[in-house]
């Protein structure tokens, strides 16, 4: 091959062109706590297990071991420890197995479009609804076209069960609090915390509530997940929530 014609072949090869990376990219700031402890967190848990997979450099853990405090306490801290040290903060249960390598783009990218992320939610709020998929004390499910998102269940892939709720990327005025994702600057402007008297159940539903009030946008996105928990919906907890939620919010 002459000279010509090496020159003829080059030009029909297509040339990558790589985007130059930013100086210093987003990182993203697992928030979880767990009843585990340091040693059995990765082994043990779900969450753990999944996030000994994703050792990127733009990937943290801010981790409470042996957690006996509500997680209120837990999101709180994070959140204003992010004052100095700014973030996108995954407020996650240990409980979830994530599945997907390109979460991060996914979650970047999703954040251009809502403030507030979460895997399912409604589109709706009625007056005195006990969580984000029902719409009274006897846990009656809302109609399909207000649910948005797809969560799996179970303990092993695949899921023993896929919940499709609705199609992922809608805005809602609820999420599911098993996994919420924001800016820390969103939440700092915006003075948005999670409110410490609720230890547990409906912490996720107060803090729609305040985003909403706030006009912080709040919408579902697709994320390959298992969540290994259905819930617990009706216990005693759950229902001393419900009463000091409805005495807050009055409806």
């Known amino acids: ?32 706590a767990t009843r585990e402890s340091r040693e059995s967190f990765a082994t043990k848990t779900a969450m753990g297990r999944s996030l000994s997979l994703y050792r990127y450099d733009f990937v943290e853990m801010r981790l409470s071991f042996e957690n006996k405090r509500g997680l209120p ?56 609804q006990p969580s984000w998929a029902f719409v009274d004390d006897r846990l009656t499910w809302d109609l399909p ?12 892939f695949p899921p023993s069960n896929l919940s499709v709720f609705g199609l992922p990327g809608q805005e809602v005025k609820l999420l599911d609090g098993l996994m919420l994702i924001a800016r820390s600057k969103t939440l700092i402007d915006n003075d948005l915390r999670f409110d410490e008297a609720f230890a547990f159940h409906f912490y996720d539903m107060d803090f729609c509530r305040q985003a909403e009030a706030k006009r912080v946008s709040m919408g579902t996105f697709a994320l390959p997940v298992i969540h290994e928990s259905g819930g617990n919906f009706g216990s005693e907890g759950w229902r001393k929530g419900y009463q000091s939620y409805l005495e807050k919010w009055k409806s």
Not at 92 to 103: K, R, S
Not at 112 to 123: D, I, R, S, T, V
């Open 1 to 32: 091959m002459n000279r010509k014609q090496r020159r003829a072949q080059a030009k029909s090869i297509p040339r990558i062109v790589e985007r130059p990376l930013p100086a210093r990219a987003e990182r993203i700031r697992f928030v979880v």
């Open 73 to 128: 306490e837990i999101y709180n801290a994070a959140i204003e420890e992010a004052r100095t040290d700014p973030a996108i903060l995954v407020f996650v249960h240990d409980d979830v197995h994530l599945l997907d390598y390109f979460f991060a783009d996914r979650v970047v990218r999703s954040l251009e479009k809502f403030q507030l992320l979460g895997l399912a939610g409604n589109k709706r709020r009625v007056p005195r």
């Open 145 to 156: 076209e207000n649910l948005s998102g797809v969560v799996g269940h179970g303990t092993t």
